[in-house]
C-alpha cells in the first residue's frame, strides 16, 4: 500500500499540469451541450496555443522533475532493488497520463496542433534515463 502512494504521489508531482488540463476536458466534453459554448479548443484555457505552451512546459522540465522524484526515493528507501521495482510502474503511470493527453489532442485539435507533441515512446526514454542517470 505505501508503495503505490509513493508512485502515485510521484506521477501526480510529475504529471500534474497535464492531469489538471485533462480533468478540464472531461468535464467540458462531458457537460450538456459543449458545443454551444463552442467546440473545445475555442475555450480560453484550451486553445491550440495553451495546449503547446503546456506540452512545451511538461517537456522541458520533465527529465528534471523525474530525476528530483528517483532522488527522493533513493534517499528514503536507500535499496537500489526497491527503487528498481518501484520506477517502471511510475513510467507506466507517467506514460499513461501523457498518452491520454496526446490522444485528445490528435483527436481534438488540427494536424498543426498534434504534429508538434512528442510521441508517448519519446516520454518513456526521457523517464527511463532520468531513473538511469542517478
Not at 58 to 67: C, M, P, S, T
Request: proline share 4%.
Amino acid at each position: 500500500r505505501a508503495c503505490e502512494s509513493l508512485i502515485t504521489s510521484s506521477s501526480t508531482a510529475l504529471t500534474s499540469n497535464l492531469r489538471t488540463f485533462l480533468d478540464q476536458c472531461t468535464a467540458f466534453l462531458s457537460s450538456p451541450s459543449p458545443q454551444a459554448r463552442g467546440g473545445l479548443t475555442e475555450q480560453e484555457w484550451a486553445t491550440p496555443k495553451r495546449v503547446l505552451e503546456l506540452h512545451a512546459s511538461f517537456r522541458d522540465k520533465l527529465e528534471e522533475r523525474a530525476v528530483s522524484v528517483v532522488r527522493r526515493m533513493r534517499v528514503f528507501l536507500v535499496e537500489d532493488k526497491t527503487v528498481g521495482v518501484l520506477l517502471p510502474p511510475l513510467w507506466d503511470d507517467v506514460l499513461d497520463t501523457y498518452s491520454t493527453f496526446h490522444n485528445l489532442v490528435r483527436s481534438e485539435y488540427g494536424f498543426a496542433t498534434s504534429s508538434s507533441l512528442c510521441a508517448p515512446d519519446e516520454v518513456r526514454e526521457v523517464v527511463e534515463r532520468a531513473g538511469r542517470s542517478v
